[in-house]
């Protein structure tokens, strides 16, 4: 098992930055992946960002290239996420995600594959 907990969402306006963490414990090892998925209100659930545990391998959706910026500390287990340059349509509920991945990221991305382990949660408004 996988234990994941966020924290640094909060309030923001367009243009502004926030930063976000999530401490991973527990069988870290038995993952391949971690990653950052956002729920917008009211919408599907989406992968944001993506790392590989093993070679350290980035991965974004379209809307946040440029912009937001993935990177983990593998000594300290832990997952980060720079969004930079915010707008209104990043509000959403951000999510820490861990699992196994095969040769390819595009089914994560694609909503076809889902990570096995989930953080609670943690909550980010980019007012206009």
């Known amino acids: 098992q996988v234990q994941l907990v966020e924290s640094g969402g909060g309030s923001v306006q367009t243009g502004g930055s926030l930063s976000l963490s999530c401490a991973a414990s527990?069988?870290?090892?038995?993952?391949?992946?971690m990653a950052w998925f956002r729920q917008p209100p009211e919408k599907k659930r989406e992968a944001a960002a993506a790392i590989s545990s093993r070679f350290g391998s980035t991965y974004y959706t379209d809307s946040v290239k440029g912009r937001f910026a993935i990177s983990r500390d593998k000594v300290k287990n832990n997952l980060y996420l720079q969004m930079d340059n915010l707008k209104p349509e990043d509000t959403a509920m951000y999510y820490c995600?861990?699992?196994?991945?095969?040769?390819?990221?595009?089914?994560?991305?694609?909503?076809?594959?889902?990570?096995?382990?989930w953080g609670q949660g943690t909550q980010v408004t980019v007012s206009s």
């Open positions: 527990g069988d870290t090892g038995s993952t391949t992946f």
């Open positions: 995600a861990a699992g196994l991945i095969g040769g390819s990221w595009l089914p994560l991305f694609a909503g076809e594959s889902q990570p096995r382990y």
